[in-house]
Every structure is written in structure tokens, then in C-alpha cells.
């Protein structure tokens, strides 16, 4: 609450772009200003001021260059023009405009000479937060002081007449409810526009004011007798803060800002939301996986309302990039930014304070070394002394106090954050030292990432755990008759590498290459080749290493590195296991760090199904397939599954996809033993809810490739045995429901 200003300022803009409640959501730029004095105590209203945006883009001598230098504004007082305006002058820009409005503004109250306090009014918040803040802060241009706060006449006349949304609220539907007559010619009615993105002539403009100002006018009058003391706020600039993970954030105040530079801060997030009332503490920055950044923020805003308008500035530019804008929980907001150490909070309670990050820090750095590193050496003046001393530096450790490498340092203005930045990547100890400028928001991401429980999710187990426990390989054991190709062009297929290997092909096992797949099923560049004898394999690794493979598919090609190794390491990689090249040829070999570089996330120890249900029952099974209905049709349970590492080993799980992957999913994939009917040992597997078309047939090949069977196996459908001898696996033609054997 305020006291009663002297004057208010009637004030209305309009931009090359969108008007209405779309005003500013376009990035357009302004092209009309219009403003209307209203005395207050003595319920007068002065002339309507228009100012003009016109940037001359004729070519000028630079005689005239140095002319518009001294004198940028053409001003023609009292001149006829079309809009119905007392006063019009026209701008060469956005930054003479606002210096020339607040020139004219101030005169013409001081020669009022009834009061000295001065306040803008407007319809609405646009013409203040999306028009004259953004454009200002995108060109970094400082704008008045009287632009920092304003009244919402839609606000004000909700005090006498509840309405239920703001948005709907405009100036005739204010006129009307006061019954007041409108001076004017027809006009443009926002309420009937077809098209929101309409661009506003110059007259319309001119009579929104007149209109407000008459409005205004009335509300001060009897019977109302309004008094304007509820002020709307600008922020100034950002405040830092921080956020505890017990705070409750409302869900309509948060923002996900996507596609920022890496190197922005909660600053330039600040400066994207310009005119906006950011919270304290309310720009957090998300970090990857490896602790960068990852190009999004979070932002907490005062209000849903700020929010709301934050969402219209989706795909606004941050220099040459676009941010992408969308709604946000306070769950999310609290992950990223809320913290629950007593040692952070303390640390970050300074209040105005430059936090730079450390990374890459010797584990045995000490208090001392880093106020040390940060000291002048010799024969430099500049300084960056550390606010605090020893009690602005904060390391950052694993919940056992082992040291992480990283830390976080305070400075008590920009100049010392700036001079400490200039020692990026120099030497500490034996190491070279990285060094960003922070949030506090990252300082709580980072502290919460090393002290809890690992923020990488767990992926899902491969179905590989689902088929029977026979060997899909051949027995373990210190046998290289294998070969690994490492270095593969992307688009090779087999083809290309059976090309590669030339005369070595007929040394190749049946179904002897395997290539190894990432997560997102892609191919990662290495594959497995099957050896007849180990012999072969080494004779294949000293003719074709390094030599370049050419690609059908693409016009790439690369040179390929080929080692020889044993079906254990060949199996490691497969179901999950990376091996370490430093180690190939060691032949004893174990899980704590001579055969394997585990990657930095766990993976389960097994994969198990539910009880399935059956499709139909028993009797009927029997009656409509009396040899193998009821086998198929009712599903046996499965026991859990098997455990890809011994239980005493840890678990790991590696970036290659586990192969074969069948293309199938809990609910629509069963195994079921093998009837006693069938001659061989082996198991069936059910794959409902196949496609008709060809690909499906396609998928259905690709994932059973790589599991050998014997001639005397088949495939049968549902409906009866198909065929009994299939060396290429040729015969499956349209299925809906195939049972494999």
C-alpha cells in the first residue's frame, strides 16, 4: 500500500506486431508510443502525447549523420495529423523514444505544478512487462525509473466491479459498466476481433487513451471516490537465494526454459524474463548426467500470473539461439534447486555474493591451496581475493568425505569473480584447474548429485533373462578364437564386414557375427566375430588390423582395429560387460579390474515375469488343439530369472545393448518349456500381437537371430505345425501369433 500519487499517466503502447492479448508474444518491435496526464487532486486531463518510432534508413552524409547525432528528434507541436493526437514526435528508436517520453513527461508535470509524484497506468501488464522491459533488456538499454512500477487499471476497476478473469476485462467493456459516454468515433473493439494479431492503426491508439483516460476520470469521481495506492512492481535485478527441499512450491508458478547457451547463467535467465517477478533464488540451471549443463532451467516465479506471461515468450530468442518455454511442477523445481545441508545453506547465506566453480581439483587440495591459487603471483597487480577466506570456499565430497575433484568459491563483487575466471585451466598442484561462473541453484544440484543416491534412472533389464539357460555361446574358458572389430563406419552391415574380412570368411561359425548394439538400438561400433580355431583368429588380427573398411551404405570409411579374444570376453560385452583394451592380452582375468571398465551405473541382477494369465480354458484348449493347445494357451509361470554376474560380484550395466534384443515386452512375450512331443531339448517362446505385414516377419527373424537351432527343430503356428525343415528360416509368411521353437 501507497499513498495517493499527485498524477498518473495514462499509457499505451503498440508494437509492428501483435496486439491485444497477444502484445509482445511476437518479439516485434515498438513503433507507438501514446500517454495522457491525469491531475489527480484537481480530476483534470491534459493532452494526449504521441510519440512515433520511425529509424531512418535512407543513406546519410555524414554531415547529416552528425546532425541526427545532436539532434535525433523531429518534433512538429500542435501539428494535423490523422490519429486525433495534441502532440506528436517521432523517434529514430526504441532508446530515444523512452529519453524523449520521460523529457516530456517531466516538463509537462512541472508545469502542472501540482504535485511531484508520478505514476504510469496502463490496460492490462503487457504494455509494461512484454513491451517496454524485453525490448529494453534485449538491447541493452536502461530504461527510466518511472517504467518500475505502474497501476493495472483492470485491477483498479475490479475493486468496484468483481469480474471473474482479468483477460476478459478491456476498455469498452469498462465504459459500459460505468455508464459513461465515450466521446469517440467507433472504434476498434478487442472483444470482436477476428484476428488477434491484428496490427493496431494509429488512431486506435489514440482513442484506447482517451478512452482510459475518461475512465479514470470516473473512478476518481462520486460515487466511487477510487484511491490508486495498489502499485504494480518491477524487479530490478535477480536476487540470489536459496531453497530448502521442505518449502512447498506451487505447481503454477514454475517454467522450464529449454535450448540455452551452456555458458548462461541465472543472470542472463533473469535478463530473458526481464519485466517478470522471478522469486528469490528462483533461476536453477539443470546439469547432465556428468554434472554440465544441459542447456534447461528452472524458473519460480512470484505469481501464476508472471508465469503465464512467461509462457508467451516461448521461442523468444537469448542472442541467436530460440528458448523453448513450458510449464513446470514445484516437484521438479525442488529436485533441481532444493537442498537440505546446513553447511550449504550456510554457505550460500551471504548476500550478494559471486560464486565460481572449481572443477578438476587435486583430491589431497586444501583450504589453503585454493586461497593460494587465487592469490596474485608475482609481478601481477590485479587481485581476486576470496570473500570469507577460508569460509568461502566450499568442497564438495562423496557422503563417505571423499573428495569429488570440484569446489566452490565466493567473491564479493563481479571484478574479482572476473579477474578469478582469467585463471582458467591453470596449474594446482599437478593438475589444471576449470573454473565457471555458478548459481546457487547449481550448488545445491551438485551437493544433492554426490551426497544422495545416483540421479542416472536404472534401465531397464534385457530380455535376454527371459530365454532358457542354454548356451548361447560357446563355453567360457582362455581360448581366443574370436575376434572383436572395433572402429566400425555406422552404416556397415554384415555384408560389409564379411567384404572386410575376405579370405577369413570361411574360417566364420554358423551365425558367428554378432554386432553390438547401443541403447537406442544404433549401431556403436564394434562386433564379434566366431573363429573356427584360435589360429585363425590371431592370423586374421595381424593381416587386418587397421586396415580401412568401406561402407555399401555410405561414403565413409575408417580404419578398423581387430583383436583377438576369448568367448568369455566376447559374452562379457554382450550381456552388458565393457572390457578394458589396456587388458586384452592378460589371461587371467576377474571382476575387480583387470578384464572390465565398469560404466558409472548399476544394473538389476535379474529380469522375472508375473503369473500369466491363461487365454482360454484348459478343456476348451484340448478340444480345439489336443496336442499342444493346452501347452500353448496356458502359459506356464516362469521361475525368477537368472543372474548375469555372481551375487558377490557388482553389477554394471554397459552402454552396448544386450543382443539379441527380441522385439517384445513383458505383456506381449512368454516362455514356455518344451512339450515331451518334441524330440529336442529347448523351449518355446509366444510373441502375440504381431503386425501382418512384412516387417513384423522381419522383426520376428532379427530377434531370434543368433539362436542356433537344429534341423530337427520347427516353427509352428497356432493354428497346427507348419513345417519341420527350414535351414533359412524362409517359411513365415503373414502371421498374427507365432510360437517359436
Known amino acids: 500500500?501507497?499513498?495517493?500519487?499527485?498524477?498518473?499517466?495514462?499509457?499505451?503502447?503498440?508494437?509492428?506486431?501483435?496486439?491485444?492479448?497477444?502484445?509482445?508474444?511476437?518479439?516485434?518491435?515498438?513503433?507507438?508510443?501514446?500517454?495522457?496526464?491525469?491531475?489527480?487532486?484537481?480530476?483534470?486531463?491534459?493532452?494526449?502525447?504521441?510519440?512515433?518510432?520511425?529509424?531512418?534508413?535512407?543513406?546519410?552524409?555524414?554531415?547529416?549523420?552528425?546532425?541526427?547525432?545532436?539532434?535525433?528528434?523531429?518534433?512538429?507541436?500542435?501539428?494535423?495529423?490523422?490519429?486525433?493526437?495534441?502532440?506528436?514526435?517521432?523517434?529514430?528508436?526504441?532508446?530515444?523514444?523512452?529519453?524523449?517520453?520521460?523529457?516530456?513527461?517531466?516538463?509537462?508535470?512541472?508545469?502542472?505544478?501540482?504535485?511531484?509524484?508520478?505514476?504510469?497506468?496502463?490496460?492490462?501488464?503487457?504494455?509494461?512487462?512484454?513491451?517496454?522491459?524485453?525490448?529494453?533488456?534485449?538491447?541493452?538499454?536502461?530504461?527510466?525509473?518511472?517504467?518500475?512500477?505502474?497501476?493495472?487499471?483492470?485491477?483498479?476497476?475490479?475493486?468496484?466491479?468483481?469480474?471473474?478473469?482479468?483477460?476478459?476485462?478491456?476498455?469498452?467493456?469498462?465504459?459500459?459498466?460505468?455508464?459513461?459516454?465515450?466521446?469517440?468515433?467507433?472504434?476498434?473493439?478487442?472483444?470482436?476481433?477476428?484476428?488477434?494479431?491484428?496490427?493496431?492503426?494509429?488512431?486506435?491508439?489514440?482513442?484506447?487513451?482517451?478512452?482510459?483516460?475518461?475512465?479514470?476520470?470516473?473512478?476518481?469521481?462520486?460515487?466511487?471516490?477510487?484511491?490508486?495506492?495498489?502499485?504494480?512492481?518491477?524487479?530490478?535485478?535477480?536476487?540470489?537465494?536459496?531453497?530448502?527441499?521442505?518449502?512447498?512450491?506451487?505447481?503454477?508458478?514454475?517454467?522450464?526454459?529449454?535450448?540455452?547457451?551452456?555458458?548462461?547463467?541465472?543472470?542472463?535467465?533473469?535478463?530473458?524474463?526481464?519485466?517478470?517477478?522471478?522469486?528469490?533464488?528462483?533461476?536453477?540451471?539443470?546439469?547432465?548426467?556428468?554434472?554440465?549443463?544441459?542447456?534447461?532451467?528452472?524458473?519460480r516465479f512470484d505469481s501464476e500470473e508472471h508465469r503465464d506471461l512467461a509462457l508467451q515468450r516461448h521461442k523468444h530468442h537469448m542472442g541467436n539461439r530460440y528458448i523453448e518455454v513450458y510449464k513446470a511442477s514445484g516437484e521438479d523445481f525442488l529436485k533441481i534447486a532444493g537442498g537440505t545441508s546446513n553447511e550449504v545453506a550456510t554457505f550460500l547465506s551471504r548476500e550478494d555474493q559471486i560464486i565460481v566453480r572449481m572443477r578438476g581439483l587435486p583430491f589431497i587440495a586444501t583450504h589453503e591451496q585454493v586461497l593460494a591459487f587465487f592469490s596474485p603471483g608475482d609481478g601481477l597487480k590485479e587481485t581476486c581475493p576470496v570473500s570469507g577466506g577460508v569460509d568461502g570456499i566450499l568442497f564438495v565430497r562423496y557422503p563417505d568425505g571423499r573428495p569429488t575433484g570440484d569446489a566452490f568459491v565466493l567473491f564479493a563483487c563481479e571484478e574479482h569473480a572476473q579477474c578469478a575466471l582469467r585463471k582458467h585451466k591453470e596449474i594446482l598442484g599437478r593438475r589444471y584447474i576449470e573454473l565457471f561462473k555458478s548459481t546457487a541453484a547449481e550448488v545445491q544440484q551438485v551437493l544433492n548429485r554426490y551426497s544422495s543416491a545416483p540421479l542416472i534412472a536404472v534401465a531397464?533389464?534385457?530380455?535376454?533373462?527371459?530365454?532358457?539357460?542354454?548356451?548361447?555361446?560357446?563355453?567360457?574358458?582362455?581360448?581366443?578364437?574370436c575376434l572383436r572389430l572395433r572402429g566400425l563406419p555406422y552404416t556397415a552391415s554384415i555384408e560389409d564386414i564379411l567384404t572386410f574380412l575376405g579370405e577369413f570368411t570361411q574360417d566364420i561359425r554358423p551365425h558367428g557375427v554378432h554386432m553390438v548394439l547401443n541403447q537406442q538400438g544404433r549401431p556403436s561400433g564394434d562386433c564379434f566375430i566366431q573363429m573356427t580355431s584360435a589360429e585363425r583368429a590371431i592370423h586374421a588380427s595381424q593381416r587386418l588390423h587397421k586396415h580401412v573398411?568401406?561402407?555399401?551404405?555410405?561414403?565413409?570409411?575408417?580404419?578398423?582395429?581387430?583383436?583377438?579374444?576369448?568367448?568369455?570376453?566376447?559374452?562379457?560385452?554382450?550381456?552388458?560387460?565393457?572390457?578394458?583394451?589396456?587388458?586384452?592380452?592378460?589371461?587371467?582375468?576377474?571382476?575387480?579390474?583387470?578384464?572390465?571398465?565398469?560404466?558409472?551405473?548399476?544394473?538389476?541382477?535379474?529380469?522375472?515375469?508375473?503369473?500369466?494369465?491363461?487365454?482360454?480354458?484348459s478343456e476348451a484348449a484340448a478340444a480345439l488343439y489336443p496336442q499342444i493347445g493346452q501347452m500353448l494357451l496356458a502359459p506356464r509361470p516362469l521361475h525368477p530369472g537368472h543372474a548375469y554376474y555372481p551375487a558377490s560380484a557388482q553389477l554394471y550395466m554397459n552402454y552396448a545393448a544386450y543382443y539379441p534384443s527380441p522385439p517384445g515386452s513383458p505383456t506381449a512375450l512368454g516362455f514356455f518349456p518344451t512339450p515331451s512331443s518334441l524330440s529336442s531339448q529347448g523351449g518355446l517362446m509366444r510373441m502375440p500381437a504381431l503386425t501382418y505385414n512384412s516387417n513384423g516377419v522381419k522383426d520376428l527373424i532379427n530377434a531370434v537371430q543368433g539362436y542356433q537351432y537344429t534341423p530337427e527343430e520347427a516353427l509352428m503356428h497356432a493354428h497346427g505345425a507348419m513345417h519341420a525343415h527350414d535351414p533359412t528360416g524362409t517359411l513365415l509368411t503373414q502371421p498374427k501369433e507365432w510360437v517359436c521353437i
Open 1 to 299: 500500500m501507497t499513498a495517493q500519487v499527485d498524477y498518473l499517466v495514462v499509457f499505451f503502447t503498440a508494437t509492428s506486431g501483435a496486439s491485444g492479448e497477444l502484445l509482445g508474444s511476437d518479439e516485434k518491435e515498438l513503433v507507438q508510443l501514446v500517454w495522457q496526464l491525469v491531475d489527480v487532486k484537481n480530476k483534470q486531463l491534459g493532452k494526449v502525447n504521441e510519440i512515433l518510432i520511425k529509424p531512418d534508413l535512407s543513406e546519410l552524409t555524414e554531415k547529416k549523420q552528425e546532425e541526427e547525432e545532436e539532434d535525433v528528434v523531429e518534433e512538429s507541436v500542435e501539428e494535423e495529423n490523422g490519429s486525433g493526437a495534441d502532440n506528436v514526435s517521432t523517434a529514430s528508436s526504441f532508446e530515444t523514444a523512452l529519453n524523449l517520453f520521460h523529457l516530456e513527461l517531466s516538463n509537462e508535470v512541472n508545469s502542472a505544478g501540482a504535485g511531484t509524484s508520478v505514476c504510469l497506468c496502463t490496460d492490462g501488464q503487457l504494455h509494461i512487462r512484454q513491451v517496454i522491459h524485453p525490448e529494453a533488456a534485449s538491447k541493452n538499454i536502461l530504461v527510466p525509473d518511472c517504467f518500475y512500477s505502474f497501476f493495472d487499471l483492470r485491477k483498479e476497476f475490479k475493486m468496484h466491479f468483481p469480474s471473474p478473469d482479468l483477460k476478459a476485462l478491456n476498455v469498452h467493456i469498462m465504459a459500459e459498466s460505468l455508464s459513461m459516454p465515450v466521446d469517440v468515433p467507433p472504434m476498434w473493439d478487442p472483444s470482436s476481433t477476428l484476428d488477434p494479431s491484428a496490427i493496431l492503426t494509429a488512431e486506435i491508439a489514440v482513442q484506447q487513451v482517451q478512452i482510459m483516460g475518461s475512465i479514470v476520470m470516473a473512478l476518481l469521481s462520486e460515487p466511487y471516490s477510487h484511491t490508486f495506492t495498489n502499485q504494480e512492481r518491477v524487479s530490478e535485478k535477480f536476487e540470489n537465494g536459496t531453497c530448502s527441499k521442505m518449502e512447498k512450491v506451487c505447481d503454477n508458478s514454475v517454467i522450464r526454459a529449454r535450448g540455452l547457451p551452456w555458458q548462461s547463467s541465472d543472470q542472463d535467465i533473469a535478463r530473458f524474463f526481464r519485466g517478470l517477478n522471478i522469486a528469490k533464488g528462483g533461476a536453477a540451471l539443470c546439469l547432465n548426467a556428468q554434472g554440465r549443463r544441459n542447456g534447461e532451467a528452472l524458473v
Open 460 to 481: 531397464p533389464a534385457p530380455l535376454v533373462s527371459m530365454l532358457p539357460t542354454v548356451s548361447l555361446l560357446p563355453p567360457p574358458g582362455g581360448l581366443r578364437d
Open 549 to 617: 573398411m568401406s561402407s555399401q551404405r555410405g561414403a565413409n570409411s575408417r580404419y578398423v582395429e581387430v583383436f583377438p579374444c576369448s568367448a568369455e570376453e566376447m559374452g562379457l560385452v554382450l550381456m552388458g560387460g565393457s572390457l578394458s583394451h589396456t587388458h586384452t592380452h592378460t589371461h587371467t582375468r576377474n571382476r575387480s579390474g583387470t578384464g572390465l571398465s565398469p560404466p558409472p551405473c548399476l544394473s538389476p541382477p535379474s529380469y522375472s515375469f508375473g503369473h500369466a494369465q491363461p487365454v482360454m480354458s
